[in-house]
């Protein structure tokens, strides 16, 4: 058994990370294993977690399983969980409640994985009272998920397997995408920031890049495969290239992507700390990096951004926003805004709505602080009250709301260009899709559109999102 030790996965050490090519094996046996069974995946939190299940979907496919989209159905039942808030426990710990009926009346396996299973109180909870959970895997497991599985079906006892270290990069994956037309490109794993709210650079391991060349031909073969859009991802992607001692950046990085020709590049999620000048000199030179920054603020009190440890003040993030919106001709800026951080005072919550009023962002993911065990922050007095929290984000979500609104409302008989990726899940015989600066818009039009990115008039304009129709 390999359980996971938050102290442990807390050090960085100078160990060479190596490029390993040849990691992912499935035998002949454990082909077989999915022979006439179904899997359904159930993932948590964010876009990292959503392309860490297009790698597991496609290991059990190679291990012959079939996805299903009913958890009924399902013969193998796996969670990919999410540790970054308190809620997303609450949900996955419910569903459990669901699963652990089925397992008992039919014969099912269920596995659990992602960022939970990397902290050592959760794991110790599945250990004890779980104990008909058949598996557990971490983030740096996943590549040996058909020895896990194998153990599990064969021992028919609790298999656990949660490296705290972070391994190598591992090259090679399988995918299985959920999009034709739009791909998730991993360009680097793991964090090395340590603010004082976020588990993640615990969950996920030290800072490791891959390198560039095995990033571009991936982009590459997605044209050949007829992607239009691509999205580089990682914790904090302006890092990029800082532990790989070859001196290569995001600012190279970005440029080499662009070159490939790929109609749209997006990328997240990034440090306002690490947003230097190259970068936005190449955003604004070429027309298929998409004028969309996700640029996360958590407060807008330099106190508070202190003690969270972000390494910038409030002049800092509002400086380098006016300078995108200066050279990034028609960008769009989205955030992230924590109310009620230990300490936070009404005067500091009044910075933070002063912000949202000089910004003005297109939108906003807000949250109230959630503790997490292990973090320094959840060790810091938490003297906000639970109502004066509450009250806190909806008087900034009020905020937020509006400018996304008035923000919207600029696009009212505008001409916009829209990649259509799906069927619309609001709207009848309409398809959705997204504009360059990400505004999600409802177009009535036909199927022979999809995957293809269109001229649309945008003809009606709500908060969250727009209606348009196909200019010819
Ligand atoms: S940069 Fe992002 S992922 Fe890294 S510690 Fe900070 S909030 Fe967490």
């Given at each position: 058994m390999n359980t996971p030790d938050l102290k442990e996965a807390r050090r960085r050490t100078n160990n060479k990370v190596s490029i390993k090519e040849n990691e992912y094996k499935v035998t002949d046996k454990q082909r077989k294993i999915g022979l006439n069974k179904k899997y359904y995946i159930k993932t948590y939190g964010c876009q990292m977690n959503e392309h860490d299940s297009e790698n597991i979907s496609a290991i059990l496919n190679d291990m012959n399983f079939t996805k299903t989209e009913s958890l009924e159905d399902a013969d193998l039942i796996i969670l990919n969980t999410c540790a970054i808030r308190e809620n997303a426990h609450n949900k996955v710990f419910g569903l459990l409640g669901r699963i652990k009926h089925l397992r008992q009346t039919k014969n099912i396996m269920v596995g659990f994985g992602g960022?939970?299973?990397?902290e050592e109180v959760i794991v110790e909870e599945i250990t004890n009272?779980?104990?008909?959970?058949d598996f557990v895997f971490g983030t740096h497991n996943i590549v040996n998920l058909p020895n896990v599985i194998e153990k599990a079906y064969d021992n028919k006892k609790q298999e656990v397997e949660v490296f705290s270290c972070e391994g190598d990069v591992i090259e090679n994956i399988p995918v299985k995408r959920d999009s034709k037309y739009k791909a998730w490109v991993n360009i680097m794993y793991g964090?090395?920031?340590?603010?004082?709210?976020?588990i993640v650079p615990y969950t996920r391991g030290k800072q490791r890049s891959r390198l560039p060349e095995y990033i571009i031909n991936e982009v590459k073969d997605l044209i050949k495969d007829g992607y239009q859009e691509v999205t580089l991802l990682?914790?904090?992607?302006?890092?990029?290239?800082?532990?790989?001692?070859?001196?290569?950046t995001m600012a190279n990085l970005l440029e080499d992507v662009a070159k490939t020709g790929i109609n749209r590049i997006r990328f997240v999620?990034?440090?306002?700390?690490?947003?230097?000048d190259d970068m936005i000199d190449i955003i604004s030179k070429y027309?298929?990096?998409?004028?969309y920054i996700h640029l996360p603020?958590?407060?807008?009190?330099s106190k508070i951004l202190k003690l969270m440890g972000r390494r910038y003040t409030k002049e800092e993030y509002l400086n380098l926003f006016k300078k995108l919106k200066e050279k990034i001709p028609n960008v769009s800026i989205t955030t992230d805004i924590i109310v009620?951080?230990?300490?936070?005072?009404e005067e500091d919550f009044q910075d933070t709505l002063d912000v949202v009023d000089a910004c003005k962002y297109d939108s906003a993911f807000t949250f109230i602080f959630s503790p997490r065990v292990g973090t320094p922050a959840s060790k810091m007095?938490?003297?906000?009250?639970l109502e004066e929290k509450e009250s806190r984000l909806q008087r900034l979500n009020q905020l937020i709301n509006k400018y996304s609104k008035e923000n919207n409302d600029k696009y009212l008989n505008k001409v916009v260009p829209v990649l259509l990726e799906d069927y619309s899940s609001?709207?009848?015989?309409c398809l959705k899709g997204y504009t360059d600066t990400m505004k999600l818009v409802n177009v009535k039009a036909?199927?022979?559109?999809?995957?293809k990115i269109v001229n649309v008039k945008i003809t009606s304009v709500k908060t969250w999102s727009m209606d348009g129709e196909i200019v010819k």
């Open positions: 960022c939970m299973a990397q009272k779980y104990k008909w959970i964090c090395d920031k340590f603010c004082t709210y976020c990682g914790q904090n992607v302006n890092a990029y290239g800082k532990d790989l001692g070859i001196n290569y999620t990034s440090h306002p700390w690490d947003f230097n027309d298929n990096i998409m004028p603020i958590q407060s807008g009190s009620g951080f230990p300490g936070e005072t007095e938490d003297n906000v009250s609001k709207k009848k015989d036909d199927d022979i559109y999809l995957g």
